[in-house]
């Protein structure tokens, strides 16, 4: 029997990037362009397969092995998303201070999220109240689910 040498296979290319950055997010380049894609804030499934479709590139490529001009185009079609993504597909419609349509990524999407939780929380607006108690925001039920605190049990009857 042969022993194996401990050798790494060349079947990767010299240009391979371990860590592409896109939308200010490091993206892990041994991924393939959509799961990478997803790893952005903001973009999940449909978006980073509207984006890898309009691209052009194929979803099984990993990212890593995409050219620099490639990555580029992908930024800018990711920042530029609002501009042919259909109304419904955006995750910002109709902005409340502005008016406007648009796809928020990162740490924006964060930021505006808790600003629109403080505003009905100032207005006092059930949303808010509801928020501010820590309870259940969209109906659900709270009888018997979504409980916390001290753990209340029964006694028996000795």
């Not at 393939?32 to 952005?40: A, C, E, N, P």
């Not at 505006?112 to 259940?136: A, F, L, P, S, T």
Request: charged share 30%.
């Amino acid at each position: 029997m042969a022993k194996k040498d401990n050798q790494p296979k060349q079947t990767e290319d010299e240009n391979f990037n371990y860590i592409v950055r896109i939308a200010n997010s490091d993206i892990d380049g041994q991924k393939r362009t959509v799961i990478g894609l997803q790893s952005i804030k903001g973009v999940g499934k449909r978006v980073a397969e509207i984006i890898a479709k309009k691209a052009g590139i194929d979803p099984a490529v990993k990212m890593g092995s995409l050219s620099d001009e490639k990555v580029a185009e992908l930024e800018s079609l990711v920042t530029s998303y609002v501009e042919y993504a259909p109304q419904w597909a955006i995750n910002r419609q109709n902005d409340y201070e502005s008016g406007a349509d648009m796809h928020l990524l990162g740490n924006d999407l964060d930021l505006v999220q808790k600003d629109d939780i403080n505003r009905m929380k100032m207005i006092r607006c059930y949303r808010g109240i509801r928020h501010e108690e820590h309870h259940k925001v969209r109906g659900q039920r709270t009888r018997s689910n979504g409980r916390h605190g001290l753990t209340m049990g029964v006694v028996r009857k000795k």
